[in-house]
């Protein structure tokens, strides 16, 4: 239940912020507002460092990550899961996942010296990707949560383990923590009563899986509310909007921290004589090319820092300010081998605007990949997602690989839309009311997983190959079905990377700087993968 992805969601600030009226976040510079971007809120920090690292048991294509913003103002919808059970107001439980925002259900609130049950709402539902830590209780309760996460217990909000004492977080629940709630009779919980402990709710083990799995949180009006019968706080998920004390899904969308100091950090981190220059993505949690990236103009100066270091690295966008870079990359190319991916989907004017509201339109980011194209540079286009019943038809698909084709696309995969809860609620919500029609057809396919069927992944598939043969992209394409040699891609675990999209050696006849091998890039090898945000 909860999280954000990887290290790569640790924001390694420096020390918090003491200015008055600052919010309570480490290495806060300032918050502004700026007449250019209305409805967004950037707030400034320092970072102590820069490079992220992806963990070993991940099967990504890369082993490092380098995210110079939080939260992301292209407002994407695709999300992840969790099946905690949350006490409703109605006094039935139901799986954290399948909350929508609008459902009461019961919280705590301070009256005087004591704390009372009462009915609150859901303000926003999110989902993210977080290490996991199964917490034990005496009494068989058992909880699933990031390391971050915070439960009442007879000492207040204490996290789940210490992350803030260095790479090896500790236990910060013990065997003397006893947790607020009544566990497994959660059912005599009532509204206005006093929170007391019933049964025995003594941590008994605090055991991390070693393993990145999906969460979700929820924001309610109270801050809290009650999560396999013991009290659990508001902080399931982005974890530095939760530094910034920002408390929804939607404050993702407006709210962007920004690392002033990145290309500062990055290049001290690169010039380490330990550095191994190992292949470096970006994009894979929020959009390095988003609006913010206007303003502050980070990417230039970590192109630079990694070309200069003979750093292989790859970029995966939604954004068209990248081309802005064309002219720098194609030098950094010359340095390093590189990849560029960029993701596109919707065709329709009116279906783009409703489901990727922030986001440059298909037909701008066209006009990306053919400036990518004719500089030589290589350019992976993720047609995705391909929304069943509505942009899969023989002309639909024709039309986009035919224009992605064009405009010199390297190569091209294309990646059925996926629902997992929270991302589900959203879109069968738009669904029955854009296509009511298509309803039925939805809740059979998406019956019991998040992907499509394998028919229907096998029909696509078949309608995509002549397609792509037609458009001389069968051989350069990541295609639809799971083959042996491809893997996961973001968002989808039965599809591979395009070619273009993964540093590979680099540009023909052109040498990686130093003594760059093959090795170093991660070469052709596409494993199968873990979510990430920008598809």
Not at 268 to 280: D, F, M, Q, T
Request: net charge negative.
């Amino acid at each position: 239940m909860n999280g954000v992805r990887w290290d790569a969601q640790r924001l390694d600030l420096e020390e918090p912020s003491t200015l008055p009226g600052m919010p309570s976040i480490r290495g806060l510079l300032r918050s502004v507002q700026v007449p250019e971007f209305p409805g967004l809120t950037f707030h400034e920090v320092r970072a102590k460092s820069a490079l992220n690292h992806v963990p070993g048991a991940s099967a990504m294509p890369f082993p490092w990550t380098i995210n110079p913003y939080r939260g992301c103002s292209h407002s994407c919808v695709y999300c992840l899961a969790g099946d905690t059970q949350v006490l409703m107001a109605d006094g039935r439980q139901r799986a954290i996942a399948d909350l929508r925002v609008g459902d009461r259900i019961i919280g705590t609130e301070r009256r005087g010296s004591y704390r009372h049950y009462v009915e609150t709402e859901i303000l926003a539902h999110w989902s993210t990707i977080k290490p996991a830590y199964r917490v034990a209780l005496a009494d068989g309760t058992e909880l699933v949560a990031s390391g971050e996460h915070r439960f009442l217990t007879q000492r207040g909000w204490t996290h789940v383990v210490d992350t803030m004492g260095g790479a090896d977080p500790h236990p910060s629940l013990t065997a003397e923590d006893e947790m607020l709630g009544l566990g497994a009779d959660v059912a005599a919980v009532v509204v206005g009563s006093v929170v007391t402990t019933a049964g025995d709710l003594r941590v008994s083990s605090v055991k991390p899986l070693d393993v990145e799995i999906p969460m979700f949180d929820i924001a309610t009006g109270t801050g809290d509310f009650v999560a396999n019968g013991v009290i659990s706080h508001n902080c399931f998920a982005r974890k530095t909007h939760e530094w910034l004390e920002l408390d929804s899904g939607r404050d993702f969308d407006s709210q962007v921290v920004v690392k002033t100091n990145l290309v500062e950090v990055l290049r001290r981190e690169l010039g380490r004589p330990s550095w191994a220059r190992e292949h470096v993505a970006l994009g894979t949690n929020t959009d390095p090319y988003q609006r913010a990236e206007g303003r502050y103009k980070l990417m230039p100066g970590v192109i630079r820092a990694l070309a200069d270091s003979g750093t292989p690295f790859s970029i995966l966008t939604k954004g068209t300010l990248l081309r802005r870079d064309v002219l720098l990359l194609a030098d950094a190319a010359h340095e390093v081998p590189l990849g560029l991916g960029i993701s596109m989907a919707i065709w329709d004017d009116n279906l783009h605007h409703a489901l990727e509201p922030g986001v440059p339109p298909p037909r701008a980011r066209l006009d990306l990949v053919k400036a990518l194209a004719d500089a030589g540079l290589p350019c992976g286009v993720f047609l995705a997602p391909v929304l069943p019943g509505l942009t899969d038809d023989d002309a639909t698909l024709d039309a986009a690989i035919g224009a992605i084709a064009a405009a010199g696309a390297s190569g091209v995969t294309v990646i059925p839309l996926h629902l997992r809860p929270g991302a589900r609620e959203w879109f069968m919500a738009w669904l029955r009311t854009a296509h009511p029609e298509l309803v039925p057809r939805y809740e059979r396919m998406y019956a019991r997983r998040a992907y499509v069927p394998a028919e229907y992944r096998a029909w696509l598939s078949g309608r995509v190959a002549p397609i792509l043969a037609r458009h001389g992209l069968d051989r350069q394409s990541g295609g639809t079905a799971r083959q042996a040699d491809t893997g996961g891609v973001p968002g989808d675990e039965e599809a591979g990377f395009p070619a273009g999209s993964l540093p590979t050696g680099g540009l023909p006849g052109v040498r990686p700087k130093g003594d760059l091998t093959p090795a170093d890039t991660g070469g052709d090898a596409l494993v199968g993968g873990e979510q990430l945000s920008l598809i």
